[in-house]
């Protein structure tokens, strides 16, 4: 009976052992990236009040979210090892009209595949949400201002991914002279106007 018994717990052990390890398979895939948002050097600061934010996937999210609806300030960013987002939600109050927005992006089609060492802000202008994707590179020709309405710009490449999605243009571009160089057959025709060609719209 002892004997039999030994066998039980050593199965039960196995059998858990082994359920955890493919809870591990199965939990979430950590990456090197940010999430921050700042609206003061961003210019929103003035304008908006943010009362909540998300930023993450089913398995762990970065939240948080107004209690008093006074506002949850400007500034905010978390780095380090953590899933990549899977989606990002605002919700903002303009206070010269005092109306209440919100806003979920979908960003599984908008972040590239590899996104250690980057970073996913965010700025508010008015009725409109922007996302951007920023980038390790450094800009190469610094202009002393920013390129886009995140302060971010002005020393890293970035990406508006919405409301327009800039990053998936650039890949096309990059996709599009990759072909053009290896098959000149598939050179997409070209539209002339004033001496200056353009490609045309496919």
Not at 29 to 49: I, M, P, Q, R
Not at 54 to 83: A, C, E, H, I, W
Not at 136 to 162: D, L
Request: with cysteine; hydrophobic share 40%; aromatic share 12%.
């Amino acid at each position: 009976m002892k004997r039999l018994m030994k066998r039980w717990l050593h199965a039960a052990c196995l059998l858990i052992t082994a359920a955890a390890l493919v809870a591990c398979a199965a939990g979430p895939k950590l990456v090197a990236h940010a999430f921050t948002f700042d609206g003061w050097n961003d210019g929103w600061a003035n304008s908006v009040d943010l009362l909540e934010f998300q930023y993450g996937d089913q398995y762990r999210m970065v939240q948080r979210k107004s209690k008093d609806d006074t506002g949850l300030g400007y500034r905010f960013g978390v780095n380090g090892d953590m899933p990549v987002g899977s989606f990002l939600q605002a919700k903002w109050r303009i206070k010269e009209s005092g109306e209440i927005l919100e806003d979920r992006v979908d960003l599984r089609d908008r972040l590239p595949a590899d996104m250690r060492n980057h970073q996913v802000t965010f700025a508010i202008d008015g009725r409109q949400l922007y996302v951007y994707l920023i980038t390790p590179e450094k800009v190469k020709n610094w202009t002393k201002r920013p390129t886009s309405r995140t302060w971010h710009s002005e020393f890293y490449i970035s990406y508006e991914i919405y409301l327009h999605n800039e990053l998936n243009v650039q890949i096309d571009i990059k996709g599009l002279i990759a072909l053009r160089t290896t098959d000149p057959s598939n050179t997409p025709p070209r539209a002339a106007s004033n001496n200056h060609f353009y490609l045309a719209a496919a």
